[in-house]
């Protein structure tokens, strides 16, 4: 009997050691540290980036019509500064803050509050909390930017403010949560997007849809021709976004390792093989390779491989990107025969593009590739594809019944789109009294 108290008496102080030892070395943890490699990547590919909403600027100014390009480039130019500070107050928060219901981020994040130097082990555990905040900032910049090309050359500037304003806050934040957010009801189902197939590209390309549905064709569309004024412009703008893209992809990764490398690699791939497909598909069905094909294809790949950059090998990617480049130039061909007028494609480019692309992932996707994703059906995973295609009607619905719904409420409130003067005047003059081109005899 003394023998067994006596071997008590031991295992009790033996747990009484290691526990306060356990406290003590809880106690003197360190904070998570910073790496400088991850954060000067994540900082450039930050800047990387933002430098894609001009480039859309300068893409979308080149293929309106010429009494239209300052409009259009002072749409995407603005929405930087906008969402910014929206972001910075309120739109961080709600996407990535604490999670509320597994549908949104609380405020207590408001302002940057408790968003600082010191990693959050919950979305990068190597750079500083506010690096992967502005990094986040420019997608959040980016995915109104490019609604605007469904309605140009007729959406009213004060109620386009007033819109972004709002989309972002009530579309882009909560899908932002659902799907990247700690806790959100489609990250927790196991959906894989890597750098937004469904958060930016999906949720863009349908708010796109309900927008030129609700704002109406421009006048004399489709009678009147209305070709793209400047193409060397589209050209430059599309070259600016493939190079920021890289940031936008290989940037996800929020580090500096393989990954990063993998997902630039597969970028570069996708994109080449979507411009090569749209420019071989037109030239079958039109007679003539055209430019403006060749740079549409280039994004169509480039929205395509965003969702699967991080899960997937480099001989899919291409298969990725052909499909993208075909199929988005099939729906952009059809547009007409569904009778709405989408200016610059964004439906059928973004919409598309990153519907194939998020569906693709679930095809596609391998844990060779990276650990903490998943297989796809080709890696014989079939579940993968059935979760990818809940997150993609997911996100349809909820950007096109948000949208349609504030589009109406701004409809009787400001009204959408410029009258029919300012139109035949264009936005450059109407909206701005400036003129993109001064022409002096």
Known sequence: ?????????????????????????????????????????????????????????????????????????????????????????????????????????????FGLNHVGQTPDPDYAATIPHQVYMIFQMMFAVITPALITGAVAERFKFKTFLVFTLIWCTVIYDPIAHWVWGAGGWIHNLGALDFAGGTVVHI????????AALMIGKRRGYPRTPMPPHNLTMTVLGAALLWFGWFGFNAGSAVTSGGLAGTAFVVTHLATAAAALAWMFAEWIHRGKPTVLGAASGAVAGLVAITPASGYVTPMPSMIIGAVAGVLCYTAVSMKHRFGYDDSLDVVGVHGVGGTWGALATGLFATVAVNSAGGNGLFYGNPKQLGIQAIAVAASIIYSFVGTTILLKIMDAV??????????????????????GYIFED
């Open 203 to 210: 949720s863009s390309g349908v708010a796109a849809f309900a």
């Open 414 to 435: 400001m009204g959408l789109r410029v009258s029919e003067e300012d139109e035949a005047a264009g936005l450059d003059y109407s909206q701005h009294g400036e003129s």
């Open 1 to 109: 009997m003394k023998s067994i108290k006596k071997l008590a008496g031991l295992i009790l102080a033996a747990g009484l050691v290691l526990g306060f030892a356990g406290v003590a070395a809880a106690a003197t943890a360190p904070a998570p540290k910073v790496d400088s490699g991850d954060t000067a990547w994540v900082l450039i590919s930050s800047a990387l980036v933002m430098l894609m909403t001009p480039g859309l600027a300068l893409f979308y100014g080149g293929m309106v019509r010429r009494k239209n390009v300052l409009g259009t480039i002072m749409q995407s130019f603005i929405i930087v500064a906008l969402v910014s500070v929206q972001w910075a107050l309120w739109g961080y928060s709600l996407a990535f803050g604490p999670d509320f219901h597994h549908i949104i981020g609380n405020l207590s994040w």
